[in-house]
């Protein structure tokens, strides 16, 4: 469970930067995706206690963000203080030991919440949806649908749901000795490895 203050936000209008990206610093991230009318959805994450408040959301997000290098200044400073939006990211601590009680199925974050780190959250409930339509639809009966739900669900996303807070842990790391092992490591893995992984995680089918 990971508290994350300051916020998200859209900038108002159009505004100038460059491609979608993510900037990394020590416990925090910041990341911004341009919008196809212009606008600029930005995001910024910092380690903080559960259940942490401030004041002041927007003054905190210019403290910890303002000194970044642009656009990020340009960005939190344009932010309005009614539209900063601020979550704290929850995920469950461990997988559950069953997704299915009688003929109760849970899906999507109230079976596998996780960190957005690897951006699966939303993914992995169509999945659920998609994994027990079909199931429900071949199998011989209710129950025997429901089990095998269970157990192909669970081993997915409890390993989907592991490697997110893993990048996470990593991508927030406050440590300075951390923070560079970190850029270091990030600097020497090639796109392609990176684009490999991405294909394995996307590589999903309905059960048949």
Known sequence: MRATPPGAGVTDGPFETPAAGETLGRGGRFGIAPMPDGR?????????????????????????FGGRHEPIPALVHAARADAVRRNDILDLAAPL?????????????????????????????????????ALVAREPGIDAALARYDTTRRARTAKIARRSRQIGSVAQARGRLTGVARDTVLRLTPATRVARAADRLQAWCPPS
């Open 97 to 133: 030991s069953t997704l299915v009680h009688g003929r109760v199925a849970l899906g999507g974050d109230a079976a596998h919440a996780m960190t957005p780190d690897l951006g699966q959250g939303g993914n992995q409930a169509l999945e659920d949806a998609v994994t027990l339509a």
């Open 40 to 64: 600029i959805y930005w995001y910024a994450t910092a380690s903080a206690p559960a259940d942490w408040r401030v004041p002041d959301e927007r003054a905190e997000l210019i403290r910890r």
